[in-house]
């Protein structure tokens, strides 16, 4: 399993909240652990919604999680929702990586919420694979339209993503309901079952 997720609402600004979270995030880690996982997504939930929230603030309570990934073993991998007022955008998620000032900081961005936060493509070029070790390209709904009739916003054949690592090339095929992830060192590629727009045009999701 290469990574999970967590859903707690470790980044707000209630004390109590963050405080309770951070003990369930750690009990999140240690599932993790305990089958055989590395990595879990710390997305910005309860804060999602909340604008204009202090980065720096957000840098420190990162680095709190991380201190209590780096007990369990488990990294906490800093992610960004499109639709979220706070940690929508790639670049307010690299500050508060960088902010942190941690060894274990990084980034888990995804291929929708950057498209759909307004991010763009271009500067994933900056990270690396000590910087970003997972990137998913997942979330599409098959309805969705964009940039060229369904296709992948931004991106054309293969694009790196840094030195020594791509994007993955297109293909056309049907995906399996279970996720499927595939190491394309040193990155990982995740991917999930609603990847239309990386599909091409003539992918259609299956029937349920």
């Known amino acids: 399993m290469e990574s999970a997720i967590g859903f ?4 707000v600004d209630d004390q109590t909240k963050r405080a309770a979270a951070l003990e369930q995030f750690r009990r999140d880690m240690e599932m993790v652990a305990a089958l055989g996982g590395t990595r ?12 204009d929230m202090d980065l720096r603030a957000i840098a420190e ?5 991380l201190e209590i990934g780096r007990q369990v073993g488990v990294v906490p991998q800093l992610e960004c929702w499109g639709s979220a007022l706070t ?14 000032n941690h060894p274990d900081a990084c980034l888990l961005l995804d291929a929708y919420q950057l498209y759909k936060g307004g991010s763009g493509f271009e500067g994933l070029r900056l990270f690396g694979a000590l910087g970003m070790h997972v990137f998913h390209i997942n979330d599409y709904p098959a309805d969705r339209r964009g940039d060229g009739e369904g296709r992948r916003p931004g991106l054309s054949g293969r694009r790196r993503l840094s030195s020594g690592s791509r994007a993955a090339k297109p293909v056309r095929r049907r995906f399996p309901r279970r996720p499927v992830a595939g190491n394309l060192q040193p990155h990982v590629l995740a991917r999930t079952t609603t990847p239309s727009r990386w599909l091409g045009p003539d992918w259609r999701r299956p029937e349920r």
């Open 87 to 100: 940690l929508g955008r790639a670049s307010e998620a690299a500050f508060v990586v960088v902010e942190a």
């Open 8 to 11: 707690t609402p470790w980044a």
């Open 40 to 51: 879990i997504a710390a997305p910005p939930s309860g804060i999602n919604r909340t604008p």
């Open 61 to 65: 309570r990162y680095r709190s999680l």
